[in-house]
């Protein structure tokens, strides 16, 4: 009813209303306005929470693809033919295919976040990584088929399912986790400072122990959502 005032500044309906034909009484008046400025926000929390869903899908997203891609340039690598080679190459390749197949969807709606869905499968990591969507029981088989391919003298070999991202993606990821990390140990100081106890105390050191970790991440490295999700021992 109201899609044409959705275009217009508050003021711009202001003036508009008070200039009808039909006469509106101020309480009317002030009812539309209301109801507009109601739409307008659930509209741009709407685009909000769609663009922040897609990128959290781009985190596993851009990954997979950038791995399935270089596993492709890796099957075809020097013309090799071997044949046990090529049957590895071929099932991860498969795998990703599907998993990217499975993903495209919802990516695309943005119903869910994928950590959403990976909470209700029961997912590893709440499903951080595109590996973490893997049963382990495909990635064995694979893992082992890999291992089996005859090593050729100083050429690297291909390990599968490793927990690596895009150098763009890792670089905001580790500043985006020592921002958060910076600001709940400020947060967590205060509290120990106000009520020390034995798990806050605990909590705040290895919070330090991780923000020292982080700058130290290898480049492609899988950077987890918070601190929590990094080995200290």
Same mark, same amino acid.
């Given at each position: 009813?109201? %899609?044409?005032?959705?275009?217009?500044?508050?003021? %711009?309906? #202001?003036?508009?209303?008070?200039?009808?034909?039909?006469?509106? #009484?101020?309480?009317?008046? +002030?009812? =539309?306005?209301? $109801?507009?400025?109601?739409?307008? $926000?659930?509209?741009?929390?709407?685009?909000?929470? !769609?663009?922040?869903? !897609? +990128?959290?899908?781009?985190?596993? &997203?851009?990954? &997979?693809?950038?791995?399935?891609?270089?596993?492709?340039?890796? *099957?075809?690598?020097?013309?090799?033919?071997?044949? #046990?080679?090529? %049957?590895?190459?071929?099932?991860?390749?498969?795998?990703?295919?599907? &998993?990217?197949?499975?993903?495209?969807?919802?990516?695309?709606?943005?119903?869910?976040?994928?950590?959403?869905?990976?909470?209700?499968?029961? &997912?590893?990591?709440?499903? %951080?990584?595109?590996?973490?969507?893997?049963?382990? *029981? =495909? @990635?064995?088989? =694979?893992?082992?088929?890999?291992?089996?391919?005859? #090593?050729?003298?100083?050429?690297?070999?291909?390990?599968?399912?490793?927990?690596?991202?895009?150098?763009?993606?890792?670089?905001?990821?580790?500043? !985006?986790?020592?921002? @958060?990390?910076?600001?709940?140990?400020?947060?967590?100081?205060?509290?120990?400072?106000?009520?020390?106890? $034995?798990?806050?105390?605990?909590?705040?050191?290895?919070?330090?122990?991780?923000?020292?970790?982080?700058?130290?991440?290898?480049?492609?490295?899988?950077?987890?959502?918070?601190?929590?999700?990094? $080995?200290?021992?």
């Amino acid at each position: 009813m109201y %899609e044409s005032y959705l275009r217009l500044t508050a003021n %711009e309906l #202001h003036m508009h209303l008070l200039k009808q034909k039909r006469q509106l #009484h101020p309480a009317e008046i +002030t009812k =539309i306005k209301n $109801e507009v400025a109601a739409m307008k $926000e659930a509209m741009r929390v709407d685009r909000i929470t !769609r663009a922040n869903r !897609r +990128t959290e899908w781009a985190k596993v &997203l851009v990954p &997979l693809r950038y791995e399935l891609n270089n596993a492709k340039v890796g *099957r075809n690598y020097n013309g090799d033919t071997c044949p #046990h080679r090529i %049957e590895a190459f071929d099932a991860y390749i498969a795998v990703m295919e599907k &998993l990217i197949g499975m993903l495209k969807h919802p990516a695309k709606v943005l119903e869910k976040t994928p950590i959403q869905m990976a909470m209700a499968k029961n &997912l590893p990591n709440n499903g %951080e990584h595109w590996t973490d969507w893997i049963p382990q *029981r =495909i @990635k064995t088989p =694979i893992s082992e088929a890999f291992e089996a391919i005859p #090593h050729k003298a100083k050429a690297k070999r291909k390990v599968p399912f490793l927990r690596t991202v895009t150098p763009d993606l890792h670089t905001k990821a580790k500043e !985006r986790l020592l921002k @958060k990390t910076q600001k709940e140990i400020e947060t967590l100081e205060t509290r120990v400072r106000i009520n020390p106890t $034995e798990e806050n105390t605990k909590q705040l050191r290895d919070m330090r122990t991780a923000l020292k970790l982080i700058p130290h991440f290898k480049e492609n490295e899988f950077v987890p959502a918070s601190w929590r999700g990094i $080995e200290l021992e």
